[in-house]
């Protein structure tokens, strides 16, 4: 008898272990933690440089970064990817604070944008949802380029790119994708040749 009351009681400790875990699901209460907050004290650590502002250029309709609007880093303000970038050339370079090749490439594109001046623009992208890791680990690197969050991926889907990193995408002026790099560059002079071979830009 004994033994039957313990089997019983199992039965109903297992079966309301498997039961919640399904009715938690079904009614959609299964959630990933929220990332903790970005502190205004997080981005003056970081000292990014301002992320750009539009200049009234036109974009190409078939511009993938149309409708996209991300947090910029330096000041948590909406940045609509397209018109920000309209005008000039850019890199886009899709990062997270946990790819290793990635705080490896950094400081490269960090002496090219110094190198190359206001003919590029070079923006990162944040592809994670832990921005305030995001920022400390640029911080760490004392990287100072302009940057936004996208927690979504949503540059990455656009541009039909997989899912690794880092990515680096090669942007006309017009907002079209010249190029979507899936590597890490290996030297500043790999980030020249690349952006000087697709969008016509010499450092």
């Avoid at 907050?37 to 970064?65: K, N």
């Avoid at 000041?75 to 397209?82: F, M």
């Avoid at 400081?107 to 920022?135: F, M």
């Avoid at 006309?172 to 040749?193: L, M, N």
Wanted: proline fraction near 8%.
């Amino acid at each position: 008898m004994a033994a039957v009351v313990v089997a019983v009681a199992i039965g109903i400790v297992v079966w309301s272990s498997v039961g919640g875990k399904d009715e938690s699901t079904a009614a959609g209460t299964t959630t990933t933690p929220a990332a903790p907050a970005v502190s205004a004290a997080d981005r003056a650590a970081a000292a990014l440089a301002a992320c750009p502002a539009p200049s009234g250029a036109p974009v190409s309709e078939s511009s993938p970064l149309r409708g996209i609007t991300l947090e910029c880093l330096p000041d948590g303000r909406p940045v609509d990817l397209a018109t920000a970038l309209a005008g000039k050339p850019a890199l886009i370079n899709l990062w997270a604070y946990w790819c290793g090749p990635c705080a490896e490439e950094l400081p490269l594109l960090q002496r090219y944008s110094e190198q190359v001046g206001d003919a590029v623009t070079v923006l990162t992208v944040h592809s994670d949802p832990a921005t305030a890791k995001g920022l400390m680990r640029l911080t760490g690197l004392d990287i100072h380029l302009p940057g936004v969050a996208d927690p979504d991926v949503r540059v990455r889907k656009a541009v039909g790119a997989p899912q690794v990193l880092p990515i680096s995408i090669l942007v006309r002026p017009d907002g079209t994708v010249a190029k979507v790099e899936v590597r890490a560059f290996h030297s500043v002079q790999d980030i020249a040749d690349t952006v000087s071979a697709e969008l016509g830009v010499k450092a």
